[in-house]
T-cell receptor, first 114, second 115 residues
Framework: DAKTTQPPSMDCAEGRAANLPCNHS???????VYWYRQIHSQGPQYIIH???NNETNEMASLIITEDRKSSTLILPHATLRDTAVYYC???????????????FGQGTRLTINP | KAGVTQTPRYLIKTRGQQVTLSCSPI?????VSWYQQTPGQGLQFLFE???????NKGNFPGRFSGRQFSNSRSEMNVSTLELGDSALYLC??????????????FGQGTRLTVV
């Protein structure tokens, strides 16, 4: 399975952009990169995902390097409510046809400071 | 649209007992996956079901089992509980059969404590 590496913790000032890096050097060509966040041991919340192109939605932007070995999640204007553990995940195939799973790393604990 | 619903939210069991956890996916979603989250191991994949068939299984002992019903609701069962089974058990649902490019939505989890 492809594995991801993230810094264990990061801090960001409220109102600034939060840039969360992720390394996934063993990712395969058809495996997607997903980002989720988890607040206070609630269920993980989906943020964004991509294969090789940069992606943007109402929550964040995802920048994937051309060689796909790393990516960066950008929260453009961080608020206190963005304090959470952020997981960079690779969705991999396995089992019978069509089966897939999310392979979680240890995540980055992002703290937004006022 | 209702989200993924897991019941119960909290559970306390004694070593050696068995437990059944339930997950109701988002309406229309047919793929259901289960994950275990512990402080030491993080989030780990347990199994995935689609149309009542287990398609993928993680590296867990046979005490962990699951099933999916025709309405896509899923249950997981843990027999002969051990202290190390204490964890947050999360269920996620997706609507596509081949979900590589489809987000999975998680429930709030069931917090199981084994004493």
């Amino acid at each position: 399975d492809a594995k991801t590496t993230q810094p264990p913790s990061m801090d960001c000032a409220e109102g600034r952009a939060a840039n969360l890096p992720c390394n996934h050097s063993t990712i395969s060509g058809n495996e997607y990169v997903y980002w989720y966040r988890q607040i206070h041991s609630q269920g993980p919340q989906y943020i964004i995902h991509g294969l090789k192109n940069n992606e943007t939605n109402e929550m964040a932007s995802l920048i994937i390097t051309e060689d796909r070995k790393s990516s960066t999640l950008i929260l453009p204007h961080a608020t206190l409510r963005d304090t959470a553990v952020y997981y960079c995940i690779v969705r991999v195939r396995g089992g019978t046809q069509g089966a897939q799973k999310l392979v979680f790393g240890q995540g980055t604990r992002l703290t937004i400071n006022p | 649209k209702a989200g993924v619903t897991q019941t119960p939210r909290y559970l306390i069991k004694t070593r050696g007992q068995q437990v059944t956890l339930s997950c109701s996916p988002i309406s229309g979603h047919r793929s259901v996956s289960w994950y275990q989250q512990t402080p030491g191991q993080g989030l780990q994949f347990l199994f995935e079901y689609f149309s009542e068939t287990q398609r993928n299984k993680g590296n867990f002992p046979g005490r962990f089992s699951g099933r999916q019903f025709s309405n896509s609701r899923s249950e997981m069962n843990v027999s002969t509980l051990e202290l190390g089974d204490s964890a947050l058990y999360l269920c996620a649902s997706s609507w596509m059969a081949d979900g590589m490019n489809t987000e999975a939505f998680f429930g709030q989890g069931t917090r199981l404590t084994v004493v």
